[in-house]
Structures are given as C-alpha cells and as structure tokens.
DNA sequence: TGACTTTTGTTCGTATATCGCACATATTCG
DNA sequence: CGAATATGTGCGATATACGAACAAAAGTCA
C-alpha cells in the first residue's frame, strides 16, 4: 500500500472513538488529547465531526457517544450471521445451565465476544458483544488458540502480554502451548480464576460442517457455586450437545 | 461550527463503515462506491485504511469487516451502564413470558436497540444491539416518542417516513399523537403487527427515580400464537414488575 | 480575596496530505 | 475477441494537520 492510500484524518478519528469506552462515558478535548496522544486541535476537530454527524453530543464541555454509534459494530453484526444464527442457542444453553453462556472469535491475542446470554446473578464483569479479553487467559481464548497451527498459536503468545491476573493465571508459553494440544485432543478448555479469582468457565470450538473451527462458545460460573472440577461433567454435555446441533446449520 | 472544525476525510470513512451490514458482509471497491456515493479513489483510501488498521480483511477484491469493528459500538455499550444494566432483567423478563425481550432508546426517528434476550422461536426479523426500527410503528418507539413533549413528538413525526408497512400500520400523525396520549396515560402500548404481519409487541417506559423515561422495554411474540388481546394481560405484569424493579436503580 | 500557576479551549498561518478527476490497466462476460 | 465493468495511479486544486500563540477558565496558595 502506498503512503497515500492512507486516510490518516479517518485513522485519527477511529482513534478518538475508541478513547471512549474503558468506562469514560464523557470527555473533554483535552482528555481525548491525552488518550489517543494526538493534538488537542485535532481531536477537537475529529470530536466536532462526531457531534456534526450525530455520533456525539457536545455540551460546550462534554462530548459523549449517542447509540447512533452503534451503527459501525452493527454493520459488523448485522452482516456476519455468524452471531444471529449463535444467540438462540446460547439462551437455550444459558436456561439449561442457569449460568451465562457467550460466544466470541479470535482477533488478535483477544477474544471478542459476538453474542452472550447472561443470567442475573451478578459478576464483576460486565460483557457485551463487542467486549475484549486476553485469549490466553480465556477458556474460549484458549479453545479458539487451539485451533490454529501451532507455530501461529506460538506467534500470537509471543505478542500478548501475558499477565499474572492471579496467582493461578497460567503465562508460561510453554505451558499453555502443551495446554493447547491437551485441548485439542480431548475437545474442550477450562478456566479455573485464571482471569479473576471466583471465576470458572469451559469451553468448545464451533465447528462448521467441514470441521474447521469459526468460534468458540462457554458457559461461566463463580466457582464459590460451581468448583472447577465439577465444570466438566455439569456443563460438557450441554456445550457438546449445542456444538453437534450448530455444525450442520454452518455451511462454508 | 467553522468550516474547517469538520474532517470530511473522518466522516467520508465513517460512512463507507456503515455501507456494510443491509446484509452486505463483502463489499468491492465499487459496490461501496456505489452505495456511499463517494469517489472510488476515496472509498479506496478508506477501506484500505480501515484494512491497514485491522478493522478490514482484504482479499484483494472484497473487503470484510474484522470483529475489532465492534470496538467502535462497545465503546458507547460499556461507557453507557445502562445496556449491561438491563441485560439481566432483559433475560429473566424473557424466561418468564417464554419470548424475546428488548430494550432500547431513541435516537432521531429510529429505535436503537441495546440489549436483547431472545428465544429459540425463529423470528423473521434479526434484532441484535445496534438494529434500528423507525419509531412510530414499534411499540417500543411509541413509548419513547409518547414521553417526549408533545411538539417534539410531532417533529420527530414530521420527520419520519410514516410508511405502510402492513393494513394495520397507523400513519396519520394525528391518530399517531392521540396514542401517544393514551400510551402517556395507560404507561404502555401494544403493537398489532403494524411492523410485520405476525408480529405483535408490547413495551413499557424504564423510567429512573425521578419518573424520568430513559428506555423502553418490551417484549414481542408472534401473533399466530398470543393474539394482540392478550398480550395485555399476559405480559404487561411483567414488564410493570421489571419497571418497578429497575426505577430505584436508575439514579440520576 | 487576589495574584499566580496550570489547564483547557480556540484561532491562525503555513507546510503537507487528501480529493476527485482523467487516464491507464485489469478483469469479466457475452 | 471486443465491450463493458472494475480497479489502480498521477496530478493539480483544495482541504487538513500541526504547532504556536492567545484567550479563557480552573485551580492554588498566601
């Protein structure tokens, strides 16, 4: 691509939407400024296009996101069937299970969640579609990781950031490297508070008919109610059942 | 605003952004061309900008959205606590009637959707966060135009396509005012499929401690199944005892 | 309170990047 | 093959970004 294939004042702008988010609800230039690191005259300026098309509301102070801003990702929702076709079965899982039940694919070192069923019961984590963690901290994450050829498991490994969350957080590259075969071979990944003390949750791949895998889907439990070593006979033969139902009904 | 306070490079891009979703996962230069209006060397920039950034694959023919799109939308869902507010009670209100349960807010003309649990039951239509409905003919819409002052209904009214969707669609502004009236009065409205035949749907405001309207919640069905007679009183219960439960919740 | 410091928002001139056109090239299809 | 359609590129006119300077507001402290 050449240097002028590039539109760096629409770059720029992406960068001030994504400043929002990370709960900062309101922002004022200067905030802005700070975040995407680029001048306070051209935030302004990328701030002021926001508001003129109705992405944003600018109080004189504040500017803020309106829902017209959920248009972008729903281009995304709306074009890709894949999070439609999931949502049903995720509610059915989520019932059957009474505990939340999502689905996220690979961007990056990060899972991204496309679709979620969530039951009241309430976690320090807030997700919704659109939503990010670390993949390799993640039960999906670790599924969807898997997944690929080794040598591009070992690639993406190799640009995370791989925290210590907690002090059962697994970051030797190594380690979740020979992880990865065991989840491969025996079809499923658990995560025992890994991402966050109290928290469990197993996986599956989504398969499509020819066996390659297009997400990954999990249901997640505090495990004060569900102890990690019980996630596997409660909820693998939900997860399985729902993976055999969805791939005859994905086609590619 | 000044003249040059607005990056029409920023918004050009945005709008190639929203050319996809209406069911269009790939786009060719052109296709995008066509559907923006834009300059083809101008929709070429944006889209190989967006490729260059992540945001888009690019086969060399056609370009696809990349899940890192939602980053965009996710940064009004997590900034705004209200969609993860309202998912749970969203997903028990959607257990207890047996059917979908949507929540949303107005943005112009339009309904936009925040939160959703849906069923199994295969509905025609594919509502995900970010899908937009016109107002005035959801049920939905009518319970967020019905609390705007009466002359700002009518604008937005005045502004709206009132379009035929079915026999049953109400179009005259006038008529469209008096329900809103009765919806004011009554604190709920019903919709006989005036959207799409066979489908029938019921909404309440979510109000916060001061009887201010922030949403709407509703709950839809097919009309094959629960005729609009009785969506009354099988279903406005339930929705009465989610806004009960939601109002001391919503500080402000 | 009032003077001083720091932070924030806005404006301006200019160097630079982008736009859209026109043309060149590539691909598709009858 | 030739027409039609789609994509890539060079260039002049135009729009934008930058950094600095200024203005205004907010905070700080004696």
Do not use: W
């Amino acid at each position: 691509m050449r240097e002028t294939d590039f539109v760096s004042g629409f770059a720029r702008g992406l960068k001030v939407i994504e400043a929002f988010g990370e709960t900062r609800q309101r922002l004022s230039i200067a905030e802005a400024s700070k975040l995407t690191e680029l001048d306070r005259a051209t935030v302004r300026r990328s701030l002021l296009t926001l508001a003129e098309l109705g992405y944003a509301d600018y109080d004189g102070k504040f500017f803020t996101l309106t829902p017209k801003i959920l248009r972008l990702g729903h281009a995304y929702l709306a074009a890709t069937p894949l999070p439609a076709l999931l949502q049903p079965h995720l509610d059915h899982l989520s019932e059957g299970a009474g505990q939340s039940a999502s689905a996220s694919v690979l961007d990056g070192t990060e899972i991204v969640y496309i679709a979620r069923a969530s039951q009241r019961r309430v976690m320090s984590i807030n997700l919704t579609p659109g939503s990010r963690l670390p993949a390799y901290c993640a039960s999906m994450g670790r599924v969807l990781l898997a997944a690929l050829p080794e040598n591009e498991a070992r690639a993406v490994l190799a640009r995370s950031e791989l925290k210590q969350n907690t002090p059962k957080t697994r970051t030797d590259p190594e380690d979740l490297v020979a992880e990865f075969r065991r989840v491969r071979a025996e079809g499923y990944a658990i995560i025992d508070q890994e991402l966050e003390i109290g928290l469990c949750s197993i996986a599956v791949p989504v398969e499509n008919d020819r066996g390659e895998t297009v997400a990954a889907i999990n249901i997640g439990a505090p495990a004060a109610l569900v102890p990690a070593a019980e996630m596997k006979e409660r909820y693998l033969p939900l997860l399985k059942e729902t993976q055999a139902t969805l791939r005859p009904l994905l086609r590619r």
